[in-house]
């Protein structure tokens, strides 16, 4: 498939201005909260992603209208209805998504229809919480062969529940659900990254009335109706990173139009002490400069973790730049226990990077002393050199890629189309910044 294939003449500093619009791990939950309403809800600086299509197909088989004007999504809910199973599981795709329609279609139709999920292959990646809470809730789900079918013939409730790990699905899960439930949820060990404040801030606007009380607790008053929403979500802190790190790893210059300071300071800490540079432009239309300032890169010893920690999403993109630094560089990976498995390819290019099964460096974590290798050790700096990949997941892809931009010579890089989950344009985004790619 000469589509799905991007050809890299690497060994070029990246070096210019691309923009990052709507947070996509935001963007594809917020068109889920717009089912909520019994007005339309409008979403700007939507990017063009294939989880943002796949979200919009299944709201279309749902009922909902959904217009485009310019960058934002207009989401019609007035007419929600049942959509066919064998419809939704075609649509549904590689998605994960779908798991989070449970709460919003039991209240707008009193039952549900859940796909086996997609998404990245980076840990088994259960939904044990989701179940759990739902159930709590007052939901019934039956197993099916082709998916899960929930029903609440009581209604839904409010309910406390305490998560066993911050899972950010989970949380949106609750909150999806409680808003609308009759009666008071309290969320313990809730996830808090940006994204889902900035879920919280568009439920706040459709009506809803949601406390994040401090150490990880949410408490929910459930209403009984919600209106639409007006929203401009949050920039995509993970596509700024990795961008950021494509300019390290090729000794660029890239000006990230839309990033913000406050969402990426955590990574801005570990970009600093691997030696990276960045200057940040608060002016409205700003963003934030990312450059390798010339001098040898340095190791740095991490551990991934829910926010405030370094994100997991962050992971791979750093590590190609990693491969640069000179000495031994440590990346505990606490949220995915299958989420080195790219650094094969990356070896296979030059790199030096051991996977160990302990947790190295930091705390232990649910992973250890268990069959997952999911700490690494990366031995720099290596000289990349070109070779033919295979895209195994989304930031395990794009990392790939900026491995292939970083090495001297021709890479053949196959399955970009993975890539276009999560990264707008991102071909004509290289060619901008001066990348020698082609399809
Ligand atoms: C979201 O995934 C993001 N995806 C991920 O980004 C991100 O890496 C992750 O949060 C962590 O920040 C979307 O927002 C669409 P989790 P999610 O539930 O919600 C375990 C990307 O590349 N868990 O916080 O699926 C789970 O196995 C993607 O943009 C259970 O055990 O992540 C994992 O170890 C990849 N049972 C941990 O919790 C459950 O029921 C965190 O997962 C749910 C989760």
């Known amino acids: 498939m000469t589509d799905d294939?991007?050809?890299?003449?690497?060994?070029?500093?990246?070096?210019?201005?691309?923009?990052?619009?709507?947070?996509?791990?935001?963007?594809?939950?917020?068109?889920?909260?717009?089912?909520?309403?019994?007005?339309?809800?409008?979403?700007?600086?939507?990017?063009?992603?294939?989880?943002?299509?796949?979200?919009?197909?299944?709201?279309e088989l749902h009922g909902v209208k959904v217009t485009e004007q310019a960058d934002s999504l207009v989401l019609d809910p007035s007419n929600v209805d049942t959509a066919k199973v064998d419809e939704i599981n075609v649509h549904a795709g590689s998605s994960r998504i779908p798991i989070l329609f449970c709460g919003p279609l039991l209240h707008r139709l009193g039952h549900a229809f859940i796909p086996d999920l997609g998404g990245c292959h980076i840990g088994d990646r259960p939904i044990d919480f989701h179940l759990a809470a739902l159930r709590q809730f007052g939901a019934i789900v039956d197993k099916a062969p082709e998916g899960l079918h929930l029903t609440a013939p009581g209604g839904?409730?409010?309910?406390?529940?305490?998560?066993?790990?911050?899972?950010?699905?989970?949380?949106?899960?609750?909150?999806?659900?409680?808003?609308?439930?009759?009666?008071v949820t309290e969320l313990r060990n809730a996830a808090v990254e940006p994204e889902i404040v900035d879920l919280i801030c568009a439920l706040q606007k459709m009506g809803a009335i949601i406390k994040v009380?401090?150490?990880?607790?949410?408490?929910?008053?459930?209403?009984?109706?919600?209106?639409?929403?007006?929203?401009?979500?949050?920039?995509?802190?993970?596509?700024?990173?990795?961008?950021?790190c494509a300019a390290l790893a090729t000794h660029g210059d890239i000006t990230v139009r839309g990033a913000r300071q406050v969402d990426m300071m955590t990574f801005l800490n570990v970009f600093t002490a691997v030696g990276g540079a960045f200057e940040v432009d608060d002016a409205p239309g700003g963003g934030v400069r990312f450059w390798h300032p010339g001098e040898e890169l340095r190791p740095v010893a991490i551990e991934t973790d829910v926010h405030p920690g370094f994100m997991t999403d962050w992971q791979q993109p750093l590590v190609v730049a990693l491969?640069?630094?000179?000495?031994?560089?440590?990346?505990?990976?606490?949220?995915?226990?299958?989420?080195?498995?790219?650094?094969?390819?990356?070896?296979?290019?030059?790199?030096t990077i051991q996977l160990y099964r302990d947790c190295l460096g930091g705390t232990p974590c649910r992973f250890g002393r268990r069959d997952f290798k999911h700490s690494a050790v990366i031995a720099g700096p290596s000289k990349l050199h070109a070779a033919d990949l295979v895209i195994p997941d989304l930031r395990g892809g794009f990392s790939h890629l900026i491995a292939a931009l970083a090495a001297e010579g021709n890479s053949t890089v196959y399955g970009v189309s993975l890539i276009h989950r999560g990264y707008e344009d991102f071909e004509a985004k290289l060619t901008a910044l001066g990348a020698a790619v082609s399809a």
């Open 5 to 59: 294939l991007l050809r890299v003449h690497g060994g070029h500093p990246l070096r210019g201005e691309i923009r990052v619009r709507g947070a996509k791990n935001l963007v594809s939950k917020a068109m889920v909260a717009a089912l909520l309403g019994d007005s339309p809800s409008q979403l700007h600086d939507v990017p063009r992603i294939r989880d943002v299509e796949v979200v919009r197909g299944l709201l």
């Open 213 to 244: 009380h401090t150490d990880r607790v949410i408490e929910i008053e459930g209403v009984p109706r919600l209106r639409g929403y007006n929203h401009r979500p949050i920039p995509d802190r993970l596509e700024a990173a990795s961008w950021a």
């Open 156 to 183: 839904l409730h409010g309910t406390k529940f305490e998560l066993p790990y911050p899972s950010v699905g989970a949380t949106e899960q609750v909150l999806l659900t409680a808003v609308r439930a009759e009666g």
């Open 323 to 351: 491969t640069q630094a000179r000495g031994l560089s440590i990346v505990h990976e606490t949220v995915y226990e299958r989420r080195l498995g790219y650094t094969d390819a990356l070896n296979a290019m030059g790199a």
